[in-house]
């Protein structure tokens, strides 16, 4: 069984930073893309940034230039590097992964910026 587990969520100011993970455990060969979402009270869940086995990363247009998708396949870990931080900024932010042909979601971490 396949499970996504994220972390690295929490309270910052506004401006500050913040690295999210999501690792992927259970028994895997190997994982396809790894797309990060997040969902604000009340609205839709909504695409950040996605990256591919080989690296080659995408970004919403408004994700540009403050966050960051990387990757490391050894350990089977997606990351979000999240600076500059904005109050709009808070929502819950979900990791998916396509392994083995099946889509998986994390369960969720919270971040929250103060102004």
């Known amino acids: 069984q396949v499970q996504l587990v994220e972390s690295g969520g929490g309270l910052v100011q506004a401006g500050g930073s913040l690295r999210l993970s999501c690792a992927a455990n259970?028994?895997?060969?190997?994982?396809?893309?790894m797309t990060w979402y997040r969902q604000a009270p009340g609205k839709q869940r909504e695409f950040i940034a996605a990256i591919l086995a080989g690296g080659s990363s995408y970004y919403a247009d408004s994700m540009k230039g403050r966050f960051a998708i990387s990757r490391d396949n050894a350990k089977n870990t997606v990351y979000l590097q999240m600076n500059s931080l904005k109050p709009e900024d808070t929502a819950v932010y979900y990791c998916?992964?396509?392994?083995?042909?099946?889509?998986?979601w994390g369960q969720g971490t919270q971040v929250t910026v103060s102004s």
């Open positions: 998916n992964a396509v392994i083995h042909g099946g889509a998986y």
């Open positions: 259970g028994s895997i060969f190997s994982i396809n893309t």
